[in-house]
């Protein structure tokens, strides 16, 4: 089935530091990408997809690229801050007949000012 | 703005009591979802449906059943709760392929 599997948390930045938070997928099907963002006590929102492969998705200032063949789509932001702190999920979206989103589980971002 | 919302938001419950937890869209979306959240597994589908009085197995459907009575309404049932379900549960809508899920605020479940 499909799978996602992504950098393990916690990872710990001062602000002002790059991020790069590793995602790989498995699918035999056609996937939308997503990451999604969880601050504490909230639900999971989105930070932003891309549906297609080999282009870019970003917001905030965090990007991805779908790499297709690297099966790949690692989030990236050159100069992360404090109120950046939160947990990060990649995921895959895909069906036929029914869509269901898989995700990774989870990366804990911790930016000390 | 989605709107998802789940209830109770907390609750404890014995081993081998009945839980059912509710989710209530206002999106108009076909699917909706279920999901549970532990330290160290992410997001897991449990259930999901994408039309009323129907619905799909996810990835570790074992010890729940849902149901789906009406397009805005998804439940999740606990028949017989168990320690090893204590988590945080998620309940989440979307139009359908390709689209954003939308989530409602979780629903802490402790099971003693």
């Known amino acids: 089935g499909d799978s996602v599997t992504q950098t393990e948390g916690p990872v710990t930045l001062s602000e002002g530091t790059s991020l790069t938070v590793n995602c790989s997928y498995e699918?035999?099907?056609?996937?939308?990408l997503f990451w999604y963002v969880q601050y504490p006590g909230e639900g999971p929102q989105l930070l932003f997809k891309?549906?297609?492969?080999?282009e870019k998705g970003s917001n905030r200032g965090f990007e991805a690229t779908y790499n297709k063949e690297a099966t790949s789509f690692h989030l990236q932001k050159a100069s992360v801050q404090e109120s950046d702190s939160a947990v990060y999920y990649c995921?895959?979206?895909?069906?036929?007949?029914?869509?269901?989103?898989?995700f990774g589980s989870g990366t804990r971002l911790l930016v000390s000012p | 703005e989605a709107a998802v919302t789940q209830s109770p938001r907390s609750k404890v419950a014995v081993t081998g009591g009945k839980v059912t937890l509710s989710c209530h869209q206002t999106?108009?979306?076909?699917?909706m979802y279920w999901y549970r959240q532990d330290t160290g597994h992410g997001l897991r589908l449990i259930h999901y449906?994408?039309?009323?009085?129907?619905?799909e197995k996810g990835d570790i459907p074992d010890g729940y059943k849902a149901s789906r009575p009406s397009q805005e309404n998804f439940s999740l049932i606990l028949e017989l709760a168990s320690l090893s379900q204590t988590a945080v549960y998620f309940c989440?809508?979307?139009?359908?392929?390709?689209?954003?899920?939308?989530f409602g605020e979780g629903s802490r479940l402790i099971v003693v």
């Open positions: 989440a809508s979307t139009r359908g392929l390709g689209n954003t899920l939308y």
């Open positions: 699918t035999k099907q056609y996937p939308t």
């Open positions: 891309v549906p297609k492969a080999n």
């Open positions: 995921a895959l979206g895909a069906g036929t007949g029914g869509y269901k989103v898989v």
């Open positions: 999106n108009n979306h076909d699917y």
């Open positions: 449906s994408y039309v009323a009085d129907s619905t």
